[in-house]
């Protein structure tokens, strides 16, 4: 950081570096990309660094308003290029290998889980919808501050989370498991992906499962989402004997706050990453991540070993 903007913390003592991963999650959120996120908490910090702050009573709201007007301008021009991109877009993943639950002060600072499915749902509504809906609904924002980020009356925030959570329930999968039995169903999709077992494979996938990749044009991956158990069954049977090798994984992690998987090249390194929706014991929608340029943040943990098949 250069002497101007330590400067500039000193005089307003740490207030954006103390709200910096709030803020970077409530960007995450709204954007669905790590990359875009980080561009906009450096612009959030060159404005907070540069307004008159004398009367900034709340830096907290004050810092949120600029960062959700900040994604609100990038997520209309984010649209047209996703409409452009190949194939399907899917968010970047955030992965961990932390099985303990967040302690209160870290779900204070993250706020509600959001997976990767409901990500890609997210990706339907309009700007003001969804940022509307991650506000109030993920980090309890209430709508007087909501309306004030998005230029809006109170009540037209409330309309535009209300409409957002129904469009939400709309597009989104059923999802109904918890996390033991979410966990098992991964753990059987995984065991049998590494046999190519078709057979073990229809058995964890629900009839109706919606299969979705995104290779983004850099690396193959399917173009358009594949639908129905056997569909889904036959390709990941005919991509394991095509692709994969002894020498490559398949290994468990969380993948935005939930079950799933990595697979890990010859070299150990991420090739690609796994989230699920599972209902009744079965797995009702797959969202894969091989876009490489989404996957830079996805090392392998020091300890883990390979799902066994």
């Not at 990038?74 to 877009?89: D, I, T």
């Not at 098992?184 to 990749?213: C, K, M, N, Y």
Request: aromatic share 8%.
């Amino acid at each position: 950081m250069s002497d101007d903007l330590s400067a500039a913390g000193a005089a307003h003592p740490d207030a954006f570096e103390a709200n910096r991963r709030y803020l970077g999650s409530v960007a995450y959120r709204l954007l669905g990309s790590f990359s875009d996120a980080e561009d906009v908490l450096q612009e959030a910090w060159l404005r907070w660094r540069s307004a008159d702050r004398s009367g900034v009573a709340d830096p907290r709201a004050f810092l949120t308003t600029v960062v959700t007007r900040l994604c609100y301008d990038q997520l209309g021009s984010a649209r047209a290029r996703r409409e452009a991109y190949f194939g399907e877009w899917l968010p970047e993943p955030a992965v961990s290998y932390q099985d303990t639950p967040a302690s209160p002060a870290e779900l204070a600072e993250l706020g509600e889980s959001v997976s990767l499915a409901l990500l890609a749902v997210l990706e339907q509504l309009t700007p003001a919808e969804r940022a509307a809906f991650v506000l109030h609904d993920v980090f309890a924002v209430g709508f007087d501050e909501i309306a004030a980020s998005l230029d809006r009356s109170p009540d037209a925030a409330r309309q535009l989370a209300s409409r957002a959570r129904r469009r939400v329930k709309e597009g989104g999968r059923r999802a109904t498991a918890e996390p033991a039995e979410h966990r098992q169903a991964v753990a059987a999709f995984a065991a049998a992906t590494a046999r190519g077992d078709i057979e073990g494979l229809l058995a964890v996938l629900d009839p109706d499962v919606v299969w979705h990749s995104d290779g983004g044009g850099v690396v193959s991956a399917g173009a358009r989402p594949v639908y129905g158990a056997d569909k889904v069954s036959r390709l990941v049977a005919g991509l394991v004997a095509k692709w994969f090798t002894p020498d490559m994984e398949i290994e468990p992690a969380t993948v935005n706050d939930e079950p799933g998987l990595l697979w890990l090249d010859a070299e150990g390194a991420v090739g690609g990453v796994l989230a699920f929706t599972v209902a009744d014991g079965r797995i009702t929608e797959a969202y894969v991540v091989v876009n490489p340029e989404k996957l830079t943040r996805v090392t392998r943990p020091a300890a883990s070993g390979p799902v066994s098949g």
